[in-house]
């Protein structure tokens, strides 16, 4: 029984926090013992603006949970997002030192030392290196160790955020007297539970639109090679909903869920709609052209940027993303969504069915993010595409907050 | 209630009539006190400033000056602020005699290239100095015009708001959602100009005509107290029909109110309706009663009626109002201290801490002045920079960081900085 742990996957995410809590047994069993979700406060863009307020609803949701599942957390697992997260791609090289050419353990060792060791300013914090394929004197080669050659290179993706907004995050999980295991970031997580093996090797593109945030993550033959954070999300095409139909954000909100469409038809400037629809004072009719035009702009703004970011990082290579894009997160739910992001992205997109091997309730796009932090406590270390920690890292940030 | 005295008072001299001159600064500017049409006010007086002599030569208005011959030999700013600003501090002089002795000065400019968005504060600067009421209507440039222009503006909007007493910013992207469905953008810029018309319009009518309910520059005084601060503007008009009702609802949907600033904040407010001899005072009653529920101001709301017997069977109502700047721009700093703060952890808590403070109690001024004075005092220019059109447009995230991506805020809607075009009036 000391075999088993209780991890709580926690997602401050803008609209809500999510948590799930999983017990993994030995080193290979994991069971979905508990979920809960609450309204986020106190988050904007992904963000923490008041540390008070998303202590409050981070703590709501994770002891609902506890009391949904009858125990208690043992570790934490915490996505990331925000546009404060930023990444860049470094190769490490190393001229193999042996006298017959042939790649050692300690070349490997050095190449990917050599890799990391790019310094950040001291406001940066890393949150992952992820290993991109080796290769040879040029040729790319899986398993390098034994081989022969002269110049063995490795790539890393490193992605890294504010320490002072990663150390919020921490601060808000610290307060209720839990620890930290590890920090994914939310795209990765995502990507790795609603892509299949097949998918990541065909090269697929993830993208997770959330209340605040857009967070992508881009696989190439296998390998994360590209992640990113749109700081943009549904809670934009409510504001713009707001502001061009001068109405409340609430009843923009319901607007946007009940007549919301990502794309724009001429047939939608015959058609009305009502606010309420309860002939109340105040219920007003618009034409539905008003809204799906309010609601493109800002959608199809998303995909371009996304695109923009692929293209700038020479990766957008439609046949290196053969199994096209795949969407998830609250704002995925949008009718029509997968139709602008095919449009926009030039790429074939669907919205996400969650993944098949979790009960009905998690499958839906809310819960993915929370799922991939699960996927990786079970996973750890064994996993070779499992973004590594650069080391450290929780006990330096743990020192700046004087936990 | 000391303003009717006033009124009397100035009554009893008529050659003392209240003297306003509208003066546009730089080419837009010109060109929309050009077009004003002011005939049935009287004796409003219209003056335009620029550098261009060629496009001065060309302007009906009698009354112009060019400044920075010696710096542009007449040729214009060619879009450069350095050229603007250095042309109006050559003929400082010959602004304040253009100026003259005025009771209102209302400056016309649009921002964004070198003339208006330089001089304008320039010449604001020289005004205030006399006893006169000074406000100004500003156009901001479309975001499609670039970065650079869009900055300009927002430096020019820091600068000018210092110096005036009111300044009504009207931000081009928003005025294009007016027009109609096929507004070209030589169309918009006249969009601009009518909105500044409409504006300018009102605002004399107010002062100089009689009606139900008379305003004078005394009740103008008491909205816009200080410099500084910020000014909301907006019409509704309607006519035929139940004209009341949908004037109201005009207003309401005034896009000018709808981006992002809350009304609630606004401090002081005036409302001048325009109406025809039918317009009678149960009428009015009717709308001073939607408007100040609306319009919730915390401190007095002046009303003004104006009769215009041209004007039967149609109401226009216009709305200005003044919020102080303090409470929201010290809001702003702490989020912005926050964001810059480095890492000792107790720092954030006391900044998150005291931001809380600035907002929750904004309703008991006077005690937290003080406090307020101190934060602002640290970095007074910042806040007149951070608080700009463009915050306001970005509505629920103005607390927040910057969402610059390429030049742009992504926290703006997409729809205005791409012009498209949004419909959502229902033609019956």
């Not at chain 1, 923009?252 to 869920?257: T, V």
């Not at chain 2, 953008?185 to 009606?211: E, P, Q």
Request: charge should be negative; glycine fraction near 10%; hydrophobic fraction near 40%.
């Amino acid at each position: 029984m000391s075999q088993s742990r209780v991890v709580g996957a926690v997602e401050i995410g803008t609209s809500k926090v999510t948590v799930i809590l999983g017990e993994i047994i030995g080193d290979s069993g994991l069971n979905i013992i508990g979920h809960s979700s609450c309204f986020s406060k106190g988050i904007k863009k992904g963000v923490i603006t008041d540390l008070k307020d998303a202590s409050d609803c981070v703590h709501a949701a994770i002891l609902t949970a506890e009391k949904n599942a009858n125990t208690r957390i043992d570790e934490v697992y915490l996505a990331q997002t925000g546009s404060h997260l930023q990444g860049n791609f470094n190769v490490g090289t190393t001229t193999v030192g042996s006298s017959d050419s042939v790649v050692r353990a300690a070349d490997i060792e050095q190449a990917k030392e050599d890799a990391k060791r790019r310094k950040l300013r001291d406001s940066r914090t890393y949150i992952h290196h992820i290993q991109n394929p080796f290769s040879m004197d040029g040729q790319q080669v899986d398993h390098p160790l034994s081989k022969t050659g002269a110049r063995l290179q490795v790539g890393y993706w490193s992605v890294h955020g504010d320490s002072q907004t990663v150390c919020d995050s921490l601060r808000v999980i610290g307060g209720i007297d839990l620890a930290v295991s590890d920090m994914i970031i939310s795209s990765i997580a995502s990507g790795a539970v609603l892509l299949e093996e097949s998918e990541k090797g065909n090269g697929a593109l993830v993208v997770d639109i959330g209340g605040g945030t857009t967070d992508f993550v881009l696989y190439r033959k296998g390998y994360i090679v590209l992640t990113g954070v749109v700081p943009v999300g549904g809670d934009h095409i409510t504001n713009d909903l707001s502001i061009g139909l001068r109405m409340g954000r609430k009843g923009a909100e319901e607007i946007k869920r009940k007549n919301g469409r990502a794309y724009y038809k001429t047939e939608d400037r015959e058609e009305k709609v009502w606010l309420f629809g309860d002939l109340t004072i105040g219920d007003r009719e618009y034409p539905l052209a008003a809204i799906t035009q309010i609601i493109e702009a800002r959608v199809s703004e998303i995909f371009d940027i996304i695109k923009e970011q692929l293209v700038e990082a020479k990766l957008y290579v439609p046949e290196d993303i053969a199994s096209g894009v795949v969407l998830t997160g609250g704002t995925s739910r949008l009718v029509g969504i997968d139709e602008v992001a095919s449009r926009s992205l030039g790429l074939a997109a669907r919205q996400s069915e969650g993944p098949q091997d979790v009960a009905a309730a998690l499958r839906v796009p809310e819960y993915s993010t929370a799922l991939g932090l699960l996927h990786y406590a079970l996973t750890g270390q064994e996993d070779t595409q499992q973004p590594s920690k650069p080391v450290g890292i929780l006990g330096r940030l743990s020192r700046i907050l004087n936990l | 209630m000391s303003t009717h005295i006033d009124s009397l008072s100035s009554n009893e001299g008529l050659s003392t009539a209240l003297k306003i001159k509208i003066v546009g600064v730089g080419g837009a500017g010109s060109n929309a006190v050009n077009g004003l049409k002011l005939d049935d006010l009287g004796d409003v007086r219209i003056a335009a400033i620029n550098t261009d002599a060629q496009a001065l030569a060309n302007s009906a208005i009698s009354e112009k000056l060019l400044i920075g011959r010696s710096v542009t030999r007449g040729l214009g700013a060619g879009g450069e602020v350095e050229i603007g600003r250095a042309a109006a501090e050559a003929d400082r002089e010959a602004i304040a005699a253009l100026i003259g002795d005025m009771d209102l000065i209302i400056l016309v400019a649009g921002f964004g290239g070198g003339t208006g968005s330089a001089a304008a504060s320039i010449v604001a600067e020289v005004a205030a100095k006399t006893d006169a009421l000074v406000l100004a209507f500003v156009t901001l440039p479309f975001s499609f015009e670039g970065a650079r222009r869009k900055r300009i503006a927002t430096e020019g909007v820091g600068e000018l708001r210092k110096v005036v007493h009111g300044l009504i910013p009207l931000p081009n992207d928003v005025l294009l959602q007016e027009g109609e469905e096929d507004t070209s953008v030589l169309n918009a810029f006249a969009v601009a100009d009518r909105w500044i018309g409409c504006g300018v319009h009102s605002l004399c009518a107010m002062l100089l005509k009689t009606g139900l309910i008379n305003q004078d520059l005394g009740s103008l005084r008491t909205v816009f107290q200080n410099p500084g601060g910020k000014t909301i503007f907006g019409t509704g008009f309607a006519s035929g029909g139940d004209y009341v009702k949908d004037a109201l609802d005009d207003l309401l949907l005034c896009p000018l109110f709808h981006m992002g600033d809350r009304p609630a904040q606004l401090d002081r407010i005036l409302v001048n309706v325009i109406g025809g001899a039918d317009l009678g005072i149960a009428k009015v009653n009717e709308v001073m009663a939607l408007v100040s529920k609306r319009f919730d101001s915390r401190e007095d709301i002046v009303f003004g009626a104006v009769i215009d017997e041209s004007r039967n069977d149609s109401l226009e109502i216009c709305v200005l109002g003044k919020a102080e700047m303090e409470r929201k721009a010290s809001a702003n700093e702490a989020q912005a201290a926050q964001a810059r703060a480095p890492s000792p952890s107790h720092q954030l808590e006391e900044l998150g801490l005291s931001s809380e403070i600035a907002q929750d109690d904004s309703p008991e001024r006077t005690v937290h002045k003080s406090k307020l004075r101190k934060k602002k005092m640290r970095s007074d220019d910042q806040d007149e920079f951070t608080f700009t059109e463009v915050e306001a447009q970005r509505g629920y995230f103005h607390k927040t960081d910057r969402n610059e991506y390429k030049d742009e805020d992504l926290d703006v809607p997409t729809y205005l900085r791409r012009g498209i075009k949004i419909k959502i009036k229902i033609k019956a």
